[in-house]
């Protein structure tokens, strides 16, 4: 038991450095592609300087870094395990009685604590770099005026509103909206007021306002009933959770929150009325990472613990190289199919790596007991 321990932690120890090894080549090799395509873009753009786009591409270092780490350890076992097994370590092992899940304890809990620590650590540091990237990038290298472009220069909210009935509801709606000074104006503003049943008990109409501290602030606003006339009502409030900050995050990309801010934004979405599927997805995503970190390390273990004698070695390589891009391709369908409302935001981030933990266990069960 104290030797299969002590190996164990061997090729942990041998299995995190080549994993952690191959995840900065990886993250560098990327890192340097989006430095290319940035130039490229800052080419038809002759008042950018080259040190924006220089800080452009360092601030997405760590985002590429949490994209690309299940497959850093992928290739990073695979090459761990294939060395051992080259120079026969594993084989010795095998023929002293311990068995591969004993040995493997070591990397798959390596793998996982990577996980852990890239969505604990990594991730908020990637969200705000990630988030000053966007901002940086909207400035200087699109011509589009912000996130809230995206949505055709309109805005809808919808929010709680306690004023006329304990549980109200105010859906507001804005046809034109602008940032101006890091103000978010907005015009052409209509807020219906219903009650917890839906029912319209009061429709406004203002020719402008914006949004404040908590509040958001109607300018010249009038009130409309059925049966009366419209009731000039001057400038009015309605309290909001919104900020700013929030609202561009709503249309920004959800890789600018990291895992401890996201639950607090969903319900915050939630309660204003905005999709928060993306965001969902996003906060599944970053839950499964240490499960899918784990997933890639049982894969490298699976297709590269082949003796040599055997022969088809690097068949079998390259057979796991495949299955762990096929897993990128299924990830990436999953989350489509999950942005999209077709299947649950919990469904498309767990299943790829269930699906690829299930196949990585059949294929060792077979290996060594088969």
């Not at 995206?150 to 804005?174: C, K, N, Y």
């Amino acid at each position: 038991m104290f030797k299969a321990v002590t190996l164990s932690l061997y090729i942990g120890r041998q299995f995190s450095l080549s994993a952690i090894t191959m995840i900065l080549s990886l993250t560098g090799l990327v890192s340097l592609f989006d430095f290319i395509d940035l130039l490229r873009r800052v080419a038809t753009k002759p008042n950018v300087s080259s040190s924006i786009v220089t800080k452009i591409a360092l601030l997405h270092i760590p985002h590429f870094s949490l994209e690309i780490l299940p497959f850093g350890i992928l290739l990073g076992g695979i090459i761990c395990f294939w060395r051992l097994t080259r120079s026969s370590e594993l084989v010795v092992a095998r023929a002293a009685g311990i068995s591969a899940w004993q040995f493997l304890a070591a990397p798959v809990v390596s793998a996982f604590l990577i996980g852990i620590f890239a969505i604990t650590a990594i991730s908020p540091i990637s969200s705000i770099m990630f988030r000053k990237a966007e901002y940086l990038d909207q400035t200087y290298l699109r011509t589009g005026g912000g996130p809230l472009t995206f949505t055709g220069g309109e805005l809808w909210v919808r929010q709680s509103d306690h004023e006329l009935v304990p549980h109200g509801v105010a859906i507001m709606h804005a046809q034109q909206v602008k940032m101006d000074h890091g103000k978010l104006l907005i015009s052409g503003v209509s807020l219906f007021r219903l009650d917890e049943k839906d029912i319209l008990l009061l429709r406004m109409e203002a020719a402008n306002g914006e949004l404040g501290k908590k509040v958001w602030k109607l300018y010249n606003a009038h009130s409309l009933l059925p049966d009366h006339e419209p009731q000039y009502l001057g400038d009015i409030s309605i309290p909001t959770d919104l900020t700013v900050t929030r609202v561009e995050d709503s249309f920004a990309s959800p890789d600018t929150l990291s895992l401890w801010t996201l639950p607090g934004f969903i319900r915050l979405l939630e309660r204003s009325g905005f999709s928060s599927i993306r965001h969902r997805l996003h906060f599944q995503s970053l839950l499964s990472l240490p499960l899918l970190a784990s997933t890639m390390a049982f894969v490298a273990a699976g297709f590269s613990m082949r003796p040599s004698r055997r022969g088809g070695v690097m068949r079998m390589i390259g057979s796991g190289v495949a299955v762990g891009f096929a897993l990128f391709a299924i990830s990436k369908v999953t989350a489509q199919l999950g942005d999209s409302g077709t299947v649950p935001p919990f469904l498309a981030a767990w299943a790829p790596a269930a699906a690829g933990l299930c196949l990585a266990l059949s294929l060792l069960l077979h290996l060594e007991d088969g």
